[in-house]
């Protein structure tokens, strides 16, 4: 049985943070859509996604096959529903396709618009991510599932008795360390990966994660619902941010209410707003309207897509979205919509070119041994650097 995650238009509506994955590669909670499916079933996934993102996330057809739709997140009564579908049939949320089972022969000409004549229809509202804001918003909710996920039935290993815990939802794997910090899980479970390391003088409360290889620095102060990914470094005050992985926030500095992707960096005493002034909705840059977008929100921050930094005392105002690779720097306040590629801040913008951003790039995956910059990896910020011409009218 092969599980395949499928895009529709979520694709779109995520951007500029799908540009460089499928949409269940996106991580919510403690894990990414594709890994919480992949142990909901107890099967490896793939992906349906778009065309110059198949050479790194490739679909593998088999025999029997799942299309799963990548932009919901899984739980038990979804399972379920899920593992009854016989060959044809289909399982829908109103118009929206969660889920189809089909034969080799099918799977091959598959289309998430199609009609398929068999099908039922989800009686329970599933967690859904349609933008992005939908990331840092859904996430308590999945922490705590993800928190019982990985727990459930384990114990916990010991930690340094110099730490304070608050409440018992409080778990850390082998290989985790923490000296002289507070865990207060009374809001929330605290997760701890292998690996990981808490350093002294940390505040923490829940619910927040922090995955494997990764480290807080001292005297951060971090509130729920956060979650750190592999291989990043924070520090400062965090409140309702998730970081993907591969990034770094290790200076003090607000992030709130904000969504970082992979290869980010953001330079000492950086902030972000995640209120107005007057208390007015925030608005977000949307690319498929080419506009900004109400999100019903008051409180919202920094999305900032892949391979993003800005310089020391950068300041973002409410409702910023970065796009990938963008690098920005100087004083004053940079507008809501940084473009993909773009170089500069508040004084104005150049085109970041694509050789000198891989020569960057370069050095950035030199420094995680597990990690290379290889032909998959540049043609996808290739194609993204033509695909966002139109906004680089500077």
């Known amino acids: 049985m092969a599980i395949i995650l499928f895009d529709d238009n979520a694709h779109q509506t995520l951007l500029p943070l799908t540009f460089t994955r499928p949409v269940a590669d996106l991580r919510i909670g403690i894990l990414t859509i594709a890994e919480k499916w992949a142990k909901y079933l107890k099967l490896d996934t793939s992906f349906y996604t778009q065309e110059w993102l198949k050479g790194k ?3 593998k057809i088999e025999q029997d096959n799942i299309f799963i739709n990548g932009s919901v997140c899984p739980d038990e009564y979804l399972t379920e529903a899920i593992d009854r579908l016989k060959n044809g049939e289909a399982l829908k949320y109103g118009d929206q396709l969660i889920a189809v089972k089909l034969s080799q022969g099918d799977a091959q000409s598959f289309n998430p618009a199609a009609n398929f004549s068999v099908v039922t229809v989800l009686e329970s509202t599933p967690v859904t991510i349609r933008f992005p804001e939908d990331i840092f918003r859904k996430n308590d909710i999945e922490l705590r599932k993800d928190f019982n996920l990985l727990t ?75 979650t750190v990914g592999p291989y990043s470094r924070v520090g400062g005050e965090l409140n309702n941010a998730v970081i993907w992985g591969y990034s770094s926030k290790g200076h003090e500095g607000y992030l709130g ?21 007057n208390y007015a909705e925030v608005k977000l840059w949307d690319y498929t309207t080419q506009r900004f977008r109400k999100t ?26 970065v796009g990938v690779s963008a690098n920005v720097f100087g004083a004053g306040f940079p507008r809501n919509f ?38 998959n990896e540049q043609q996808i910020l290739k194609k993204v650097f033509e695909l966002t011409e139109e906004h680089r009218r500077f």
């Open 57 to 59: 996330f490739p679909i």
């Open 152 to 226: 459930k039935g384990r114990t916990s290993a010991v930690i340094s008795q110099t730490n304070t815990i608050i409440g018992n939802d409080f778990f850390a794997e082998e290989g985790a360390i923490a000296e002289c910090s507070t865990f207060n899980t009374t809001n929330g479970p605290i997760y701890l990966a292998n690996n990981t390391e808490v350093w002294e003088g940390t505040h923490i409360r829940g619910a927040f994660a922090i995955c494997e290889h990764s480290q807080v620095k001292m005297g951060a102060k971090i509130y729920g619902a956060t």
């Open 257 to 277: 209410n904000s969504v970082l992707g992979e290869w980010c960096n953001i330079g000492a005493d950086s902030n972000n707003s995640n209120l107005k002034n």
């Open 296 to 321: 019903g929100l008051q409180f919202c921050g920094l999305i900032m897509a892949d391979h993003a930094k800005c310089a020391i005392n950068t300041m973002f105002n409410t409702g910023t979205v």
């Open 338 to 375: 940084v473009p993909d590629f773009a170089w500069g801040g508040a004084q104005g913008f150049e085109v970041y070119s694509i050789k000198k951003m891989f020569e960057t790039v370069e050095k950035v995956f030199a420094r995680r041994d597990h990690r290379d910059f290889d032909e």
